[in-house]
């Protein structure tokens, strides 16, 4: 039920880094579970990262070690900084929130509208 706004997507050369933000407008607080999905043409959205309300941490096998998620209950978001992008990271990046109601019901949650990524060689 929390509308999400990701920001701070772009195009970047391999190598380069991107810091992507996710801002809520309302209080993550009680959020379960908030995490960074990315989807590319022809394939299904995978799991990037994602962070419990208890700070634990969840990534992809792809982008272990180059990218880290954190989140500000002040400020009520979600970021993700990719470093060493490769070009196979190219997607759009979704930001997802699920409440315990969410999980109990193993319901998707809210998503954001996305925000392209595109790495060049």
């Known amino acids: ?7 701070g ?9 991107l810091r992507l933000s996710c801002a809520a407008s309302g209080s993550i607080f009680n959020t379960n579970v908030m995490g960074w999905y990315r989807q590319a043409p022809g394939l299904q959205r995978e ?3 994602s962070i419990t309300s208890r700070g634990g941490t ?3 096998d792809s ?3 180059r990218f880290t998620i954190s989140r500000d ?5 979600v970021d993700l900084q990719m470093n060493r992008l490769k070009p196979e990271d190219t997607a759009v990046y979704y930001c997802n929130a699920r409440s315990i109601l969410d999980t109990m019901r193993g319901l998707v949650g809210s998503w954001g509208q ?7 060689s």
């Open 9 to 17: 997507g772009g195009l970047v050369q391999a190598g380069g880094s």
């Open 1 to 7: 039920q929390v509308p999400l706004v990701e920001s």
């Open 47 to 49: 799991l990037v990262a």
């Open 63 to 65: 982008v272990k070690g």
């Open 58 to 60: 969840n990534y992809g």
């Open 114 to 120: 996305g925000t392209q990524v595109t790495v060049s």
């Open 73 to 77: 209950i002040a400020r009520n978001t």
